[in-house]
């Protein structure tokens, strides 16, 4: 969860971008663990070439002078649609945020949105999807869940002729076949994952040792932190101490428990951690702080999304947080708005993605969101033209 964010794009009770223990059984994937070492402590020297390229990429990721550059052209707004988002849970910050883009999105174009939550459960997202069908609306928007966990959902409103878009519903952007979606929006689960290690490899130095939160029963969270260790693993300097599968669900009291037996398990070794949602970083806090950690860090501690509000407020005041990897949470709002105008429309799906961005409190200078200029003036321009 960016959430992905997944990630693409995807913080969370999402990201994605993304929960179900559901898929997590049927994967095989336990409800919560941890792993020690995976790489074995290196030398001192690091990995000066790995080092550099990490460099130069989290300097142009951190550029805050970033032009529109979605899409130029489209069809005109059509009218008199209704859309219903399914929340894989509103707790969730970045399904959250996505959804208030949607509706800011649409009350420019003058369709009606109606959210159901589901809960963050299996049964609660099924059944919020069933209600959204049985609703018989215009579009439907999958908020930040696996869709092949409510295949039957799917497969019903397929078949009733109703589009389907995501949010982090499934790794990569644009259309999907199995499951059908007309687009799914996020970032590239690729670059979140590739940009949030290549800062740990740039911010060390190409030395350190490094904690991975994850949530196993997300497909696209998994797929984002293997992706995230695979990156890691590019320097020799970096070491990973551990990786905490923790449930978003169950984030805010097992987090606190981990954090704390992780500082007592390699305090003086931990240096650095990378979370698949910044919400881990939050319920982490307490812990660190009980601790007596500084709240500037070490552990420097990086969300691989979603940035949400509170995450650019622990980074911006250095609460146990230092970057995180947003999800441009009200454009992909937009953007998804967009996807179902053009569906409406029988016109293919835009292909747009948005870039990745790492924000800062050097550089993000009090802002509780990040999204590219100008992407509101884009669409209006394409719907009202």
């Not at 032009?67 to 399914?86: E, F, L």
């Not at 910050?93 to 809960?119: F, S, T």
């Not at 940035?307 to 146990?320: C, I, L, M, T």
């Not at 924000?359 to 993000?364: G, H, I, K, P, V």
Request: charged share 15%; glycine share 10%; aromatic share 8%.
């Amino acid at each position: 969860m960016n959430r992905t964010t997944v990630p693409t794009g995807f913080p969370t009770r999402l990201a994605s971008a993304a929960l179900l223990v559901a898929a997590a059984l049927l994967a095989g994937c336990e409800r919560g663990s941890s792993t020690g070492p995976e790489n074995p402590t290196s030398g001192p020297d690091g990995c000066p070439a790995v080092h550099a390229r990490a460099e130069a990429a989290v300097e142009r990721a951190q550029r805050t002078d970033v032009p529109w550059n979605g899409p130029t052209s489209g069809p005109a707004a059509v009218s008199g649609k209704n859309i219903v988002y399914v929340a894989q849970t509103m707790t969730n910050p970045g399904v959250a945020g996505a959804a208030k883009g949607v509706r800011e999105a649409a009350r420019v174009v003058g369709w009606n949105v109606r959210v159901i939550d589901g809960g963050g459960t299996p049964a609660g997202i099924q059944s919020a999807f069933g209600q959204a069908v049985a609703l018989k609306p215009s579009g439907i928007v999958i908020g930040g869940f696996d869709p092949n966990s409510t295949s039957r959902q799917v497969q019903q409103a397929n078949a009733a002729g109703i589009p389907l878009v995501g949010w982090h519903a499934v790794a990569a952007p644009g259309p999907s076949e199995k499951p059908r979606l007309f687009a799914n929006v996020t970032t590239r689960v690729q670059d979140v994952a590739r940009i949030s290690a290549q800062w740990i490899i740039a911010h060390s130095n190409g030395n350190a040792g490094t904690v991975v939160f994850t949530d196993a029963s997300i497909p696209f969270a998994k797929f984002k932190s293997d992706l995230i260790k695979k990156q890691l693993a590019t320097c020799s300097g970096v070491r990973l101490l551990a990786t905490e599968n923790i449930p978003i669900p169950d984030a805010s009291t097992r987090t606190p428990r981990q954090v704390s037996s992780l500082l007592s398990r390699f305090r003086g070794e931990w240096t650095h951690s990378v979370a698949i949602n910044d919400l881990y970083f939050a319920d982490a806090a307490p812990a660190f702080r009980a601790a007596g950690e500084a709240s500037e860090g070490p552990p420097f501690n990086i969300g691989a999304g979603d940035g949400d509000p509170s995450a650019f407020e622990r980074v911006n005041n250095k609460q146990y947080q230092s970057a995180t990897v947003p999800e441009p949470l009200s454009l992909q709002g937009w953007q998804i708005i967009d996807e179902f105008n053009r569906a409406f429309s029988a016109t293919p799906a835009s292909g747009y993605v948005a870039p990745v961005h790492i924000s800062t409190a050097a550089n993000s200078k009090g802002a509780t969101t990040w999204n590219p200029s100008g992407y509101q003036e884009g669409y209006r321009q394409i719907w009202h033209r």
